[in-house]
């Protein structure tokens, strides 16, 4: 929101909370942050480009079952598995995204949904890579590179993950503010019109989803030796939909709101389950309330707020009109 | 076992099953069709049927009077949920129905569990229809054989209402145009109050059918929900005849699949689905180019 300064004091803060919290708070912030960079990596296309993906926990199980394929069978340093397991799942999204950029709206979103439920059944059925329904079991955190351990440790681990969030926000903010962004903007308002600028918005599409899955893939890469395993839920629609809606309960368009939306998730589901075991019957009327009172999300009702406060004492109205573009 | 039996054996197997997916598949498209929601609620609602449907047929001890009084209620809520809730949101872009319908199914997961507890409940089918019967010398189960002949029934139920009633009349021009139906003078959010409540209603009756088969267990809602999914962007979304299409065309790759190929069976399913996007995006019989 105020440049930099916001992130650089949000990140510090990060930094420093593997010296004051408990390991088990430490486990839950570390899958905090794998989600939030996977729920961003959705937001590029659905906050961004309106293309809405029904299938993009093909992008993390991609990331997921490739590093930790790489770290079971081969002695490659964590980090190198991690990165080369995102880059695969970019490159398969070239393919996917050429297939489903043949269609739009409600089609898109099936031909998604589609692709990720045959990986699905793949992953499901093709016991000597995917090890079927028992999935990979006990992937270790290769040490590593150059002969570190640094990041076999949990808060090593940690930062990893840090770094990797830090990193895909910083590339994605650059990427949304750059002249490529205003393009994917123009898709999302019309896309017709950005065709007869002379765009060749197909190609855009296709670009957005491939950088798309590289970050998912990468959240997933990171997924997979953090729990230690990878199995066919991490590909199942299920996921899918709760990524979906993690963007959405966060706010769509924002970058930093679907971060906070996932681990809105992951805390409001952790505190539910601790505090009864009907949590899912809160966490539905919670995605209810959100719809029907606040759809521009946490992030757009924080904003609201904070601009609503400072707007209306000093500039009035003209300024909250001209901030949201 | 020869083959001429076992095609025929397996033929009204694969129709008894795609029975039961047309149940789910129509009221996914009817509502589709309708309102432009994809109702990711749908596989909970038909698990609220069979579960509902269990409960009536302990009070009543009628099969029968639980087939007629599950689908009934079931409806009204549909109808309820679309009144009280759905109504608010059609100005809203679908992210707002995607968000809810998935709310809604993860209460009445909840809610289900809260009331008939988490272990499968035994539904037992009529008497009438137990027991077996012999096709060319090969044993069938009765009820898989009245399963077959309700969902032609069904079917063509539904097909003569939507051509030859008004209200099928007001369903199908709703889904061509709702701006012109309200300008003509009838009121839109009734009927869709009506569609949401009808295609709750058959998700129910199709779960109530399924109940003696599968037993009604807090698992059904997830087994069955893709399956409608593929079903309605095969046939296309909003495509009444496009979802019998899809049903049967699901069915029989279902069964001769798991017979044949085990292995791909489900991830052939998902290529037909695949195939029939990138050739027609629209479903086989959509509207949509």
């Not at chain 2, 699949?257 to 050739?279: E, Q, R, S, T, W």
Request: charged content about 10%; hydrophobic content about 55%; aromatic content about 14%.
């Amino acid at each position: 929101m105020r440049g930099w300064l916001g992130t650089i004091i949000v990140v510090g803060v990060l930094a420093c909370a593997p010296a004051g919290l408990p390991p088990f708070a430490m486990t839950l912030l570390t899958e905090a942050l794998i989600l939030g960079l996977f729920a961003m990596s959705l937001d590029l296309m659905v906050g961004y480009t309106r293309l809405i993906s029904f299938g993009h926990a093909a992008a993390y199980g991609l990331g997921a079952y490739t590093s930790g394929y790489l770290l079971l069978h081969t002695d490659i340093a964590m980090p190198f598995a991690v990165i080369a397991a995102a880059l695969f799942s970019g490159v398969v999204a070239i393919g996917v995204a050429w297939v489903c950029t043949l269609a739009s709206g409600v089609s898109f979103s099936m031909l998604t949904l589609a692709f990720a439920q045959l990986l699905y059944a793949v992953a499901f059925k093709w016991t000597s890579v995917t090890g079927a329904s028992d999935g990979l079991a006990g992937i270790p955190r290769s040490p590593g590179p150059f002969g570190t351990t640094f990041f076999v440790g949990k808060s090593g681990f940690y930062y990893l993950v840090l770094v990797c969030l830090f990193g895909g926000f910083v590339f994605c903010r650059s990427l949304v503010r750059s002249p490529f962004g205003s393009v994917l903007r123009g898709i999302r308002e019309n896309e017709a019109k950005t065709l007869s600028l002379g765009y060749n918005t197909r190609c855009y599409k296709i670009a957005v989803v491939a950088i798309s899955f590289t970050l998912g893939g990468l959240a997933g890469a990171l997924y997979a030796p953090f729990a230690g395993f990878a199995n066919t839920e991490l590909l199942f629609w299920l996921f899918s939909g709760q990524v979906l809606i993690m963007v959405i309960v966060g706010g769509a368009g924002t970058l930093v709101g679907p971060i906070i939306g996932a681990a809105f998730f992951m805390l409001v589901s952790n505190v539910l389950s601790s505090w009864t075991d009907s949590w899912a019957l809160f966490f539905g009327l919670i995605f209810i309330l959100f719809v029907l009172f606040a759809p521009q999300g946490i992030w757009g009702l924080a904003t609201q707020a904070f601009t609503g406060e400072v707007a209306g004492a000093r500039r009035g109205r003209w300024r909250s009109l001209n901030w949201t573009g | 076992m020869t083959l001429l039996p076992f095609l025929v054996t397996q033929c009204v197997n694969a129709l008894s099953q795609a029975a039961l997916l047309f149940f789910l598949g129509v009221g996914l498209t009817l509502i589709f069709g309708i309102m432009r929601i994809v109702n990711f609620a749908h596989g909970s609602i038909y698990m609220l049927g069979a579960f509902v449907g269990y409960t009536a047929a302990r009070i009543t001890g009628s099969f029968w009077a639980a087939l007629i009084a599950a689908p009934i209620l079931v409806a009204l809520f549909g109808t309820a949920f679309e009144f009280g809730i759905l109504r608010r949101l059609y100005r809203r872009d679908g992210s707002a129905f995607l968000m809810v319908t998935f709310g809604l199914a993860l209460i009445l997961g909840e809610v289900i569990r809260l009331v008939w507890g988490s272990e499968a409940l035994q539904v037992k089918g009529p008497a009438a229809f137990s027991g077996v019967v012999f096709i060319l010398d090969e044993p069938f189960p009765v009820y898989r054989l009245f399963l077959a002949g309700a969902g032609i029934v069904v079917a063509l139920a539904i097909w003569q209402f939507l051509e030859r009633t008004r209200l099928g009349l007001l369903i199908r021009a709703t889904s061509q145009n709702a701006e012109m139906v309200h300008a003509l003078g009838t009121d839109v959010n009734l009927v869709r109050s009506g569609v949401f409540g009808i295609g709750c209603g058959f998700a129910a009756l199709g779960g109530v059918l399924a109940a003696p088969l599968v037993t009604a267990s807090l698992g059904m809602a997830a087994s069955v929900i893709i399956d409608a999914f593929v079903i309605v962007i095969i046939g296309g979304m909003g495509s009444f005849p496009g979802s019998l299409i899809g049903a049967l065309l699901v069915a029989f790759v279902q069964v001769f699949g798991n017979y044949y190929f085990p292995d791909l069976a489900l991830a052939f399913m998902y290529l037909i689905m695949l195939v029939v996007l990138v050739v027609r995006p629209g479903g086989l019989l959509g509207k949509e180019a």
